[in-house]
């Protein structure tokens, strides 16, 4: 984009080159065996952008959402699901360690994250509580100087591997009681209740979490009992957007592997480029991956610049997953019955991208959020 | 539908719920085929339903086939696809078999023991299929085969293979067809495909190496190939059809009996308007599919030609049946995701049914075909 800084400009071209050399290359094969590319993570935090948007005090770039998401892009044309995990750790824990937890926490935990030493995850959601997250039921109760948590939850991104879970619970009855701890690998009480299976996403380990009677010091306490539902409304923007750019990648990528595959593949005697209806497909899924582009970067530009927009980022985060998914599968059939192989990255890339539009708050809460804002006088009458 | 037809469905739905539906989350991730499973749909009579009786088929109308494959569609679009994949390679012996050739392979196919495929395309030809490369090299009583085919699907589980192959100079003209056995002298299996979807159903490429195919076994004349192809074409989208159908209904079936358990913000998820309206949609596009399948099959009960309502039908039911299952994934939500429920199977199932038997690019240039004569004759 036109105003990214030299910086951003520079961050793109060196994830770019990594993307290539060192995810691209295992997508396929970690793709079929479902497995995590440990090494392509440490690497990145070689790169420095594990901590893309956390305090340099402690390790991190002290970026904005432009550069988180250019990462999330570059990454995204690679490996969506080596992308998502990354999302997890960077975004989802040590973004919200940074920004919500104490200067110790922050000096214990962020350094090791950062580095690549450690992995991190969030757990929010729950098997009867996802897109009504706010009403989930694992419990934190304090005990002298203690807490003890009793739950579940589901569809945590490198939950089975994390050394450091950002858990999200109840401390009381009330929609906003809820308060999030720092949970450590190894804790009593805390482990992996199930691994799971999945479409797409399949380099990114998915895992259940069971805490019983699972025993945290007071320490581990993110904020005072009840700040929590004030930090998660305060990392959601972040979220929404950097996820999209995921999505971005996606769409580029198969924009890009279309045109090639349409100036290879001969039939009838010419190549596909030629007939009328290929070029229809590739010119609107160009068309369709520049207009997410620069509604995307445009709602990062103004984020970054103190611009924060709750509608925006819900607009953000339904428009761009659902675009991509109908490019990929567009791609798919342009590439025909070798788009439907796993020879070529496309249909890969639709299944991986398939989630964007059910993690991280689903399309339909995407619309009652952005209803909801747009429809609010209207509501009250 | 008529009380027979119902019934037919009726049985298979059962017979299918008990012997296919606790495999398949098992057997996709693995892509294991079971023999046993598409024998026993023959044992039930599902596997040569229209062809005559006289060759061991049911002599049923096709309109009656459909309905079926739509039944076994809601359980394995894998199954349901090799069985109409054999279905084809039947219609194809019966309509241009010599009666030698009828009664020597017919009555294996029709029973179910034994499985047909059909072998047209190659690496370099897909939709341009005219510009295939495979030669039959007349030798003394017979043939020399080969090439290679590839995307065969029940490649290596099939027993006989119609085999398109060059006899001629360059295009259609120059292609003629044959039957060849499994285990014939210098036929080989290929690479299994590895596949987004499908699992079930192997697909692999065909290898024949100076392959002898005696005279015998030559469908029609030399150069009559393409005739054998293009002949069996409307009915493999039409089936193809009503395999979208299928696959639709079930994952539409699974959306809404899902949405109607699961619980958000204090209600369940079906009664939210924004719910309300996908599933409208989705029944909505289910249900004229449907009659659209239905109505191309009747054309061919009735002797007339179903060519554009065929292509019609394949490529309005196959965007449905990719629309539905991703849209019913959506309603699942995170577990729509995972392989515990069945929506994300189905929906890597449909995305070849807009590829396969004419990609529905291919489908919308036939159906403009049909209007360019209709309106400039």
Not at chain 1, 351 to 359: A, F, H, Q, S, Y
């Amino acid at each position: 984009m036109w105003f990214f800084t030299p910086e951003e400009r520079e961050l793109q071209k060196t994830c770019r080159d990594f993307a290539r050399a060192e995810i691209a290359p295992m997508a396929e094969k970690l793709d079929t065996e479902e497995k995590f590319n440990l090494k392509a993570f440490r690497g990145m935090g070689d790169l420095g952008v594990l901590g893309i948007t956390a305090d340099p005090e402690y390790g991190g770039a002290g970026l904005g959402a432009t550069a988180a998401t250019i990462v999330m892009e570059e990454f995204g044309k690679a490996d969506p699901g080596t992308t998502l995990s990354f999302l997890a750790h960077s975004i989802l824990c040590v973004n919200n360690i940074d920004k919500n937890a104490s200067a110790e926490q922050k000096a214990k935990y962020l350094p090791k994250l950062i580095s690549g030493e450690h992995i991190g995850c969030m757990a929010m959601s729950e098997p009867g509580y996802g897109s009504d997250a706010v009403g989930m039921q694992t419990k934190a109760v304090k005990t002298g100087n203690d807490y003890v948590i009793n739950g579940a939850k589901m569809w945590i991104t490198n939950g089975s591997m994390a050394d450091v879970s950002y858990v999200y619970t109840r401390t009381g009855p009330g929609k906003k009681d809820l308060t999030t701890f720092l949970v450590e690998k190894g804790a009593p009480g805390f482990s992996v209740s199930k691994e799971i299976h999945k479409m797409g996403m399949r380099t990114s380990p998915t895992a259940e979490l069971a805490f019983q009677n699972c025993k945290v010091p007071a320490s581990a306490r993110v904020g005072a009992e009840g700040d929590s539902t004030v930090h998660m409304m305060k990392n959601l923007e972040i979220e929404r957007i950097t996820i999209a750019g995921i999505s971005l990648g996606v769409a580029q990528a198969c924009v890009d592997q279309c045109i090639k595959y349409a100036g290879e593949r001969k039939q009838f005697g010419k190549n596909l480029a030629n007939f009328q209806m290929i070029q229809k497909m590739v010119a609107e899924m160009a068309t369709e991956t520049e207009a997410m582009r620069r509604l995307l970067y445009t709602v990062c530009y103004e984020f970054d610049h103190g611009h924060k927009s709750n509608t925006l980022a819900s607009m953000v985060k339904l428009q761009l997953p659902k675009m991509a998914t109908k490019i990929a599968l567009d791609a798919i059939q342009l590439h025909g019955g070798y788009g439907y192989s796993r020879e070529f990255p496309v249909e890969r890339l639709m299944r991986d991208n398939k989630l964007i539009e059910i993690g991280a708050g689903t399309n339909e809460v995407m619309i009652m959020i952005i209803a909801k804002n747009l429809l609010k006088d209207a509501l009250k009458e | 539908m008529s009380d027979l037809r119902a019934e037919l469905c009726l049985n298979l739905a059962k017979w299918c719920h008990t012997h296919i539906e606790p495999h398949m989350e098992h057997d996709d991730a693995e892509g294991k085929f079971r023999l046993e499973i598409f024998q026993g749909l023959g044992e039930q009579g599902y596997a040569g339903i229209t062809l005559p009786e006289a060759y061991g088929g049911a002599g049923l109308s096709y309109a009656d086939y459909v309905a079926t494959l739509e039944e076994m569609a809601k359980y394995s679009v894998a199954y349901a696809v090799t069985v109409s994949v054999s279905n084809m390679v039947q219609t194809i012996l019966a309509s241009y078999g010599n009666e030698a050739q009828k009664q020597k392979f017919l009555p294996a196919l029709t029973n179910g023991t034994e499985i047909g495929a059909f072998a047209l395309s190659e690496s370099h030809s897909g939709s341009d299929a005219a510009s295939l490369k495979t030669t039959a090299k007349k030798v003394a009583g017979g043939y020399s085969l080969n090439g290679t085919k590839m995307w065969i699907t029940s490649a290596g589980v099939a027993k006989t293979y119609i085999v398109m192959a060059r006899t001629g100079g360059e295009g259609a003209k120059g292609v003629s067809a044959f039957i060849v056995r499994d285990g014939d002298k210098g036929f080989s299996y290929g690479k299994a495909e590895k596949k987004m979807g499908w699992k079930a159903s192997p697909t692999r490429e065909l290898i024949f190496e100076n392959c002898f195919v005696p005279e015998e076994n030559r469908l029609l004349n030399e150069g009559e190939g393409f005739k054998v192809a293009m002949g069996g074409l409307d009915r493999g989208r039409i089936a193809i059809g009503a395999i979208g159908v299928g696959c639709a209904q079930r994952a539409l079936d699974e959306a809404i009996k899902y949405s109607l358990g699961r619980v958000q913000f204090s209600q369940p998820i079906f009664d939210f308007q924004g719910l309300q309206f996908m599933m409208a949609d989705m029944a909505l596009e289910v249900e004229a599919s449907r009659l659209l399948v239905q109505r191309a099959a009747e054309l061919i009960d009735n002797n007339q030609s179903p060519s554009k309502l065929a292509s019609m039908a394949k490529l309005k039911a196959t965007d449905t049946a990719m629309y539905v299952t991703t849209e019913a994934v959506q309603i699942h939500g995170g577990v729509g995701y995972t392989s515990e429920y069945p929506v994300e199977r189905f929906m890597r199932d449909a995305k070849v049914l807009q590829i396969v038997e004419g990609t529905n690019q291919i489908q919308r240039v036939v159906i403009a075909r049909h209007l360019k004569k209709e309106y400039a004759p």
